[in-house]
């Protein structure tokens, strides 16, 4: 096992590299020079070149990307153009009720995805099996801003019983927790049901029915953790999806996270903050990713050994 | 949110996949037909392709007319979706939204298809450096979600349509990438292509004319499914203002200035919302109809 871990995290090194090169280059390709932007329509040429040399947009750009990654390792995501501040501090202010936000929709997502799916695959055919399905057809349909919308209008307006927008209180999280997770538990569902009927046909399983296993034991202990593997990997992506999603659901419930930074720095064209923001999430994600690597390395001791370098 | 629902990390494509070379499209409509969801789904797809290539003999009223005597509304028999917040027909809206929102999601998905199965055929035929290569960067696109990815690339760009067809084809590449270099990996070993290679054809000859008709099921099911995937995208990116800009009707635009009216006047909000998950659903209830015609036991 460390050995698989000491290769994962090497094969880490040039993925992070080019996510790098990536978030360097998106801003090479704004249009205009960023000193210029900086300084503002009535600054003189002078104060235009003394802004360029702080940023060192005045080197050659193998010499600007060098000292970006340079920069990088020491934990500087560079300065808010429109702050004044570090991108990281700025960054930081704000992950923190993103990955509540997330952590709470992958919940959502865990439990009413492999509810449905269980719910489902137990009885394939049945009328449940078909709402269970549908359900999670228009779960991943739905567009989420929508169903943001929708639950505001009918929790915050018609029943008022929950805040439409905000992120201070344990509440202003359950209307966006629950609108992010569901399309990602509409996936998981479906994947939850076609994993266990893989299994539910086979000897094993029949023997337990034989025995006369209780049904939810049956499906805890043998279908579902044979269903892992697979279940992990796709919650695994979907925190990728619930990242990128929580751009939409924190502008709809107007959430201090990090995916309203994103926007904000966007609309302000604050671009060094938004380098820095997508920069940050890709590198969670890779972490998350390997992690998950590693949890199915754990599950399956047969994904170690595959790979010949055990 | 709404982004890839397909797995392409874990894609297998089966070795038994029926191979559909001789009248590809008259096989394809014959299996499609005899599955009931997807005959759903095509007929939802059929039904906003036909509304948006009619919208201006089906509109009652101009998309982009304003009245200022009948702001904000509610549905009735002069304008059966209600009025926006100048006045403007819903309804008229909606079909003329339907233009943009096909286009993004169709001209999207096929720059995705356009070098993505050019990527990864070549990947899987060459294999050696180059698979390595294409792989890798493939990997580093991957590393990010691909909603954010696409936002990154609107952001630089500018908002516009241009730039979001650019973008959404841009985030769905890895995928075919992929699942075509995948497919091509499970035929290249088969006899027919060595006996064509033994017979002396050149590597064009044997690509076009054996391995990417081939492999062609695994990458129509996947474009149906991300036309869906790519449709949610472009919303929501237009919803956040950085698609498709006001006064033009696409669905997202649409729901992001109806949200001030919510109180007022819900329809504006709810309407192209529904708009958006009918198409939506119509191409994954085709996608994943077509999967389970052509080729079941692929995982996509």
Known sequence: MFNYILKRLLQMVPTLIGVSLLSFVILQLVPGDPAELIAGMDASPEEVQIIRERLGTDQPLYEQYVQYNLQLLKGDLGTSMRSDNPVLQEILERFPNTVILTLLATLVTVVIGLFTGVIAATKPGSARDHASMAFSLFGISMPVFWLGIILILVFAYYIPILPSGGSSEFKHFILPALVLGISSAAVLARLTRSSILEVINQDYIRTAKAKGVREWLIIYKHALKNAFVPIITVIGMEIGNLLGGAVLTETVFSMNGLGRYIIQSIQFRDYSAVQGSILFVAFIFVIINLLVDLCYAAVDPRIRYDRKEA | MSEPKAVPISVQVSSEAAPLRSGLLRQIL???????????????VTLFILIAILAPWISPYDPLEQNMDKLLQSPSL??????????????????????????????????????????GTIAGYFGGRIEALI????????????????????????????????????????????????????IKSKEYIEASRSMGAKHSRIIFKHIIPNSIAPIIVLSTLRVATAILSASGLSFLGMGAQPPSPEWGTMLSTGREFLRAAPHISIVPGVAIM???????????????????????
Do not use: C, Q
């Open chain 2, 30 to 44: 014959k299996r499609v037909g005899s599955n009931k969801r997807s005959m759903i789904g095509l007929w939802i």
């Open chain 2, 78 to 119: 002069s304008h059966p979706l209600g009025t926006d917040e100048y006045g403007r027909d819903m309804l008229s809206r909606i079909f003329y939204g339907s233009r943009i929102s096909l286009m993004v999601g169709i001209v999207g998905v096929v720059i995705s298809v356009v070098f993505g199965v050019a990527l």
């Open chain 2, 135 to 186: 792989m890798r960067i493939t990997d580093i696109f991957m590393a990010f979600p691909g909603f954010l990815l696409a936002l990154a690339i609107v952001s630089v760009l500018g908002p516009g349509m241009m730039n979001l067809m650019i973008a959404i084809g841009i985030f769905s590449v890895p995928s075919f990438t992929w699942i075509s270099r995948s497919a091509v990996l499970s």
């Open chain 2, 278 to 300: 009918l198409v939506v659903l119509g191409f994954n209830m085709l996608g994943d109809g077509l999967r389970d015609a052509l080729d079941p036991k692929m995982k996509v």
